[in-house]
């Protein structure tokens, strides 16, 4: 497989990206989700939005792939900070700086603006985005997310699911993907486990960092409720979500799309937290609709 892999600098990091088709077409940028590489974006669904005419890019965020890692940062103290302790150690980095980093990418890239979509941690970040750098975003897509850690929260198999020991070789990093994948994947859609694996070999060999997605993992646990702030925005927005969604569960969605005025709910039956095969049409036809309303309004090409 050919490595199409760039490295853009961001402030103080460098960002790995890629970009899929013509560099003339209006700009679609994937933000993907907590502990997952760009390559949690699949190639074909990429190309296949491509297709349609954007310049669709995909990149690893901080802490993860061929990004910029943190490592002298350490471990954080995952469990008291979702306890509350008053004792335990900030973080070194919130969803704000993720957001940041993403504003920084654009600016790498020559890049004005972007239609923005999401997924789970992404859409966090797409949100802050949204909410912090305006016109940065042509539109907002935010999938199976939320605007806050008190809606949407998971089930406690699919919290137990993200805590599994951390894989020591390639192997197991394949048998602790289908395990989690199997609680927290569509109930009404088959498992690719092929695939899986074919991401789990590839994730572990480009960088696995178990302490950088505790990082990524805390950055959320700490960032404050966006709630307020989608209230104010006037950003095209679509939010999809899976009905059967055990680890961001459905009121995520809903409470996203009711606190961002005009935006629209997409819930899809039998879809868990990841991106099935068999739903790449109804999701690519969702995104291209949405951001090709959006280029027609003036305000998104801003």
Same mark, same amino acid.
Request: charged share 20%.
């Given at each position: ?216 993992? @805390?950055?959320? =646990? /700490?960032? #404050?409720?966006?709630?307020?702030? *989608?209230? !104010?925005?006037?950003? &095209?927005? $679509? +939010? ?22 005009? @935006?629209?709910? =997409? /819930?899809? #039956?039998?879809?868990?937290?990841? *991106?099935? !095969?068999?739903?790449? &049409?109804? $999701? +690519? ?18």
């Amino acid at each position: 497989m050919t490595d199409r892999t760039q490295r853009a600098p961001v402030g103080d990091l460098e960002i790995a990206y890629e970009t899929f088709g013509d560099s003339g077409d209006p700009p679609l940028l994937l933000v993907m989700g907590l502990a997952t590489q760009m390559l949690g974006w699949d190639e074909r669904f990429c190309t296949l939005l491509a297709d349609h005419g954007f310049l669709v890019i995909r990149f690893d965020n901080r802490d993860i792939g061929l990004s910029t890692h943190f490592a002298d940062a350490g471990v954080p103290d995952v469990g008291a900070l979702l306890g509350g302790s008053a004792n335990a150690a900030a973080p070194p980095y919130t969803l704000v700086d993720m957001a940041r980093d993403t504003d920084g990418l654009l600016d790498a890239l020559g890049l004005e603006s972007a239609h923005v979509v999401g997924a789970s941690m992404g859409g966090m970040i797409a949100q802050q985005l949204a909410i912090g750098h305006r016109r940065r975003v042509r539109s907002l897509t935010s999938i199976m997310s939320t605007p806050s850690r008190e809606v949407g929260q998971a089930r406690p198999e699919a919290m137990a699911a993200l805590f599994l020991p951390p894989p020591a070789d390639s192997d197991q990093a394949v048998e602790r993907s289908h395990q989690v994948y199997r609680v927290i994947g569509s109930p009404g859609y088959p498992l690719d486990e092929p695939r899986l694996a074919e991401v789990a070999r590839r994730s572990f060999a480009r960088g696995h960092d178990p302490a950088g997605v505790a990082r990524q993992f @805390s950055a959320i =646990v /700490v960032s #404050p409720d966006r709630t307020p702030g *989608l209230r !104010e925005l006037d950003v &095209p927005t $679509l +939010v999809i979500h899976g009905e059967d969604d055990p680890l961001v569960q459905v009121d995520g969605g809903r409470a996203t799309a009711d606190a961002v005025p005009g @935006s629209r709910l =997409v /819930v899809i #039956p039998g879809m868990g937290h990841n *991106l099935p !095969e068999p739903l790449w &049409p109804r $999701l +690519v036809e969702e995104i291209v609709t949405h951001a090709r309303s959006a280029e027609r309004t003036p305000a998104a090409r801003l």
